[in-house]
């Protein structure tokens, strides 16, 4: 009797040695946060697999929570990979768990909380914090990631393609704050259009979400939402950007060439505000009048903003009635003037949507008719995903979100813009459940280019607008699994977001994450993510991969796949802000 009780133990022992003999495996893909209670709950397993069952444990491994079987293998849609989806939805206890597989191994541990993006959606909107030029950053709020202030003093001078009678060539001027715009020390009003333009849309369709939103910045002990703080400080910077004499707005602050890979004090080469443009103006103009309706609900907190913006945005839009086709090129500008500027061109070159979001914003703040009947607001059937050089969906998301507001100008085109985003999100869900990784975001190769997680944020962003719209569950699920792409479940298994996640983004193109001497990157920064010819553009070595979801590489050498950028942030914050604000009325967590 006393030899077959060790041999049930040693049989146990032996047992419980196979199920530790598992080890963690990165062939299985999910968005390593975690999951809603009664939201969907997928993995992706990459690579032969010829078992069927998949087991989600606790954390530790030592209990079986639920047991479930895997699909039938499907094929990459790119590589040709084999893959199979462990769809555990029907799970909804809260805790910390890993999906094992035998024979592959376990994931990366996730959580199944209510709020369970809620860290990650602070530290996006936080990441702006640490953007910032013209401030100390303490270590009270930046932790280890404080440093001197950047650009200091502000000191810009006026370019000769900028120059006018009243601020000729080399006159200095002082434009301070704002973000630097990317993984560079440079400020370029187009690409703070968009990026301001779906910020302050995330507050004004969820304002009760960042009332409740504290982000540990200097203003955090104010009345102002923290977000709206944030906000203010590029959008001080912008009004910096016009020329008073004559209502247009320069293109860009920058150097003429890219600062080395330095700390934002030690960049110190001359700045020029360059060239006025058409492209500037009706961004600005947007801006101006969007944030005019935002802050005039905190006219004591901030005497005169909000009329200091209209006036503002109004003198932008008669500057770019009067210049509608100044377009910005930047070779024909160093053929003519000196210094040469190379820095990033943000060059658009058809301006019919910058003209329609700026009308739509500034007639539904000034409820005026002729701004709305000034452009063709509906000129064709498209509906292009919004980028820095597309910004027409602004235009209609604001109007639709103010439809009670309008006048019959505009009114009568409602319907009509309603149906077509509605429309354009369905498009977006269709096949999504036949897809390889079950996602809104990768159908084609095309959504695969410089800063294509800013492509599936916005994506996110179209769902949101058509759940608003009808109030169907399904665009939430859409704009969730586009989260889940971000945050891990994609074909390189990276979460994008700085600081978040097991396996994610740690060396990003970002100048101030590369000269700090810290290790970990500075945090809440969304990566520009897979670009199908990242390769080609950068000629970083490094890639081991072709095909257009795989073409990634967390170096920072690679820019064309790995950097950071205001614009690919903010609508990384509208989604994972949206959906946390969302969860209990959708039924993702309950009330």
């Known amino acids: 009797m006393k030899r077959l009780k060790i041999s049930i133990f040693s049989m146990l022992l032996f047992m419980g040695t196979l199920a530790n003999a598992q080890k963690l495996s990165e062939n299985i893909r999910l968005n390593q946060i975690g999951f809603y209670p009664e939201g969907p709950k997928m993995a992706v397993v990459v690579g032969e697999n010829q078992g069927g069952k998949f087991y989600v444990k606790t954390k530790d491994r030592s209990k079986t929570v639920f047991t479930g079987t895997l699909s039938a293998t499907k094929l990459g849609e790119f590589s040709k990979k084999p893959t199979r989806v462990a769809d555990f939805s029907g799970f909804k206890q809260a805790g910390s768990y890993v999906v094992e597989i035998p024979n592959v191994g376990y ?42 202030a950047g650009h200091a003093t502000s000191k810009a001078i006026v370019h000769p393609s900028a120059a006018s009678p009243e601020r000729p060539a080399g006159t200095v001027i002082y434009s301070t704050r704002g973000w630097f715009d990317a993984g560079d020390y440079n400020k370029y009003i187009v690409n703070s259009g968009i990026t301001m333009g779906t910020l302050l849309s995330a507050y004004e369709d ?61 960049a110190t080469k001359d700045r020029y505000v360059v060239q006025k443009g058409t492209a500037a103006a009706l961004d600005f103009a947007a801006v101006m009048a969007q944030a005019s309706r935002v802050y005039g609900g905190f006219n004591r907190e901030f005497p005169g903003l909000a009329d200091s913006c209209l006036r503002a945005a109004t003198r932008a839009f008669e500057w770019a009635q009067k210049n509608p086709k100044v377009i910005y090129d930047q070779d024909a500008i160093n053929k003519q003037f000196d210094p040469d500027v190379t820095t990033g061109a943000y060059g658009d070159r058809e301006f019919s949507d910058e003209f329609i979001w700026a009308a739509a914003e500034l007639y539904v703040t000034t409820k005026k008719d002729s701004y709305y009947t000034a452009v063709n607001m509906l000129p064709d059937t498209n509906m292009p995903l919004p980028s820095w050089a597309q910004v027409r969906l602004l235009g209609y998301y604001t109007l639709a979100r103010f439809e009670k507001n309008l006048t019959p100008a505009a009114s009568k085109d409602i319907p009509e813009i309603k149906k077509r985003i509605v429309s354009f999100a369905d498009g977006l869900l269709d096949g999504v459940s036949q897809r390889t990784y079950r996602t809104v975001f ?73 000269a700090d001497g810290i290790v970990e990157p500075v945090p809440g920064l969304i990566s520009g993510g897979t670009n199908a010819i990242a390769n080609k553009q950068d000629k970083c070595e490094g890639y081991t991969s072709t095909f257009p979801d795989e073409m990634y590489l967390d170096e920072s050498c690679s820019y064309a796949s790995n950097e950071i950028a205001i614009n690919w942030n903010s609508p990384f914050v509208y989604l994972v802000s949206a959906i946390e604000a969302l969860q209990g009325k959708v039924g993702l967590a309950k009330k």
């Open 442 to 514: 990768g159908k084609t190769t095309q959504e695969y280019n410089w800063g294509s997680t800013s492509n599936a944020s916005n994506q996110g962003i179209a769902l949101i607008q058509a759940y608003k719209l009808t109030g169907n569950r399904k665009y939430i699920d859409g704009a969730l699994s586009n989260l889940d792409y971000l945050l891990g479940r994609n074909a390189v298994g990276y979460s994008f977001l700085t600081g978040f996640g097991e396996k994610s983004t740690i060396n990003p193109h970002h100048r101030s994450s590369v």
């Open 107 to 148: 994931s990366y541990t996730f959580d199944i909380k209510p709020n369970v993006h809620k860290e990650v959606a602070d530290a996006a909107m936080k990441g702006f914090y640490y953007q910032r030029m013209s401030m100390d950053l303490k270590p009270e709020f930046a932790g280890k990631w404080a440093r001197p």
């Open 206 to 266: 969820f304002p009760e979400y960042y009332k409740n939103q504290k982000l540990n910045i200097p203003e955090s002990k104010n009345t102002v939402p923290d977000h709206l703080d944030e906000v203010l400080w590029n959008l001080r910077w912008m009004l910096t950007m016009q020329d008073p004499t004559d209502g247009g707005v320069y293109h860009k602050l920058t150097n003429p060439s890219f600062d080395p890979m330095i700390m934002p004090h030690e």
